[in-house]
């Protein structure tokens, strides 16, 4: 089945301790993006990337970093999370002018 | 920069009933407009989608929605609602028809009342 594979769902971590959200796509996609959503603010993006090794910041990429080694893959990394990064958190693929495909999202609480 | 703009943050409409939401979208050239509908819990599901063409879209789950350019908006209908179609909706537009720079709107809350 084809999917974008986000983990964990839930994660409740404290001020200052390092993170990693994972994200696999088994599409082949080229495309993939990270974006968070508030409420009322809905979906903007964090970071993205057009193919391995090329990566771009989006709209709201400070405290965020990302890596993309493998086409797969596209993790998203905190390392020092704050609670103002407390949100609900989408990963995202797309091959060429084909839409946006979606993961289920991870909610993210920092204390 | 492009932008959208939902003006409804919440909707209530009886089952049975028929919808109408609103988007209108800022963008400079002709643009690539979706709907996508999130159920609680999950992930965004694309319903339809503008490129080109019929400005009149039809999507998923008896959606659809019509280009007006003169209007710059881009609204989602459908005849009779079904309780099982209370969700978020988001509008979305961007420069390609892949996710690189897709800007979405703030959503509109739908309540489906039985």
């Known amino acids: 089945e084809a999917q974008v594979t986000q983990n964990p769902r839930y994660l409740i971590t404290v001020t200052g301790k390092k993170l990693t959200v994972t994200c696999s796509q088994n599409?082949?996609?080229?495309?993939m993006s990270w974006y968070r959503q508030d409420p009322g603010l809905g979906l903007r993006q964090i970071y993205y990337s057009m193919n391995v090794e090329v990566t771009d910041k989006g709209d709201v990429p400070e405290g965020y970093k990302v890596s993309r080694k493998e086409k797969r893959n596209f993790p998203l990394i905190l390392e020092s999370p704050s609670p103002n990064q407390t949100s609900l958190y989408f990963c995202?693929?797309?091959?060429?002018?084909?839409?946006?495909?979606f993961g289920n999202g991870t909610r993210l609480t920092v204390t | 920069a492009q932008s959208v703009t939902q003006p409804d943050i919440h909707i209530t409409v009886s089952e049975g009933a028929s919808l109408e939401l609103r988007c209108n979208y800022s963008?400079?050239?002709?643009?690539?407009l979706f709907w996508y509908v999130q159920s609680p819990g999950q992930g965004l599901q694309l319903l339809l989608k503008y490129f080109s063409g019929d400005t009149l879209v039809q999507g998923i789950k008896g959606f659809e929605a019509e280009f007006k350019r003169s209007q710059s908006s881009f609204n989602l209908r459908k005849p009779s609602v079904h309780w099982s179609d209370a969700a978020e909706y988001f509008c979305a537009v961007g420069t390609t028809g892949g996710g690189n720079k897709l800007t979405f709107g703030t959503g509109t809350q739908l309540k489906v009342e039985l």
């Open positions: 995202a693929s797309s091959l060429g002018d084909s839409p946006l495909h």
């Open positions: 963008y400079g050239a002709t643009p690539y």
């Open positions: 599409m082949n996609h080229e495309y």
